[in-house]
């Protein structure tokens, strides 16, 4: 059984399911790597705002060019592409 409230969800079940902090404690993180720690060191220190920290790079054409698949239309007896499909 669970509260009501998504706020207080995790705090009232983790008191019933660790029998109030007997067999484990109540403040524990969800995960416990260094990832995870950085993250919520993070998204607290900043209000759940996370800054990007992806590496900028360039994108090369060759990653654009996608080879597109095709379908036989038996209405119309003839290949086409899914986009010319769409497109029809």
Do not use: H
Not at 14 to 19: I, V
Request: aromatic share 14%; proline share 5%.
């Amino acid at each position: 059984i669970y509260p009501p409230s998504l706020a207080l969800r995790r705090d009232v079940s983790n008191r019933a399911f660790y029998l109030n902090g007997l067999i484990g404690r109540l403040d524990r993180p969800l995960l416990d790597n260094d990832n995870y720690s950085e993250f919520l060191r993070v998204y607290k220190t900043t209000r759940g705002w996370m800054p990007e920290g992806d590496v900028r790079g360039g994108v090369f054409a060759s990653e654009c060019e996608i080879a597109e698949s095709e379908f036989f239309d038996v209405q119309r007896l003839a290949w086409k592409t899914y986009t010319e499909d769409v497109l029809d």
